[in-house]
Nanobody, 116 residues
Framework: QVQLVESGGGLVQPGGSLRLSCAAP????????MGWYRQAPGKQRELVAT???????NYADSVKGRFTISRDNAKNTVYLQMNNLKPEDTAVYYC??????????WGQGTQVTVSS
């Protein structure tokens, strides 16, 4: 099964920064939307940010002004720059891509822990 490869998670103090990366293998063609989601313990998975093929972005209200999503189409990669991290940002972060035909692919998840 084709899966996206995520990296960049870890432990950071409140106010710190992390940059997540997610690479889709070359076997995935015609990617349209790319995005990041997260799931905290005991909670449902929620949208963090998305970016379309025309670089239109959408953010959850809780991360606006702190997180920035970007993509490199040549590398089939999506990034999430997270600044001014808060303890409530602690979660497993998942990336997702969606092709122009509607097929979705997910990453395996990367843990982000914000704690002093």
């Amino acid at each position: 099964q084709v899966q996206l490869v995520e990296s960049g998670g870890g432990l950071v103090q409140p106010g710190g920064s992390l940059r997540l990366s997610c690479a889709a293998p070359g076997s995935i063609f015609n990617i349209n939307d790319m995005g990041w989601y997260r799931q905290a313990p005991g909670k449902q998975r929620e949208l963090v940010a998305t970016i379309t093929s025309t670089t239109r972005t959408n953010y959850a209200d809780s991360v606006k002004g702190r997180f920035t999503i970007s993509r490199d189409n040549a590398k089939n990669t999506v990034y999430l720059q997270m600044n001014n991290l808060k303890p409530e940002d602690t979660a497993v972060y998942y990336c997702k891509t969606k092709t122009i035909w509607g097929t979705e692919y997910w990453g395996q998840g990367t843990q982000v822990t914000v704690s002093s």
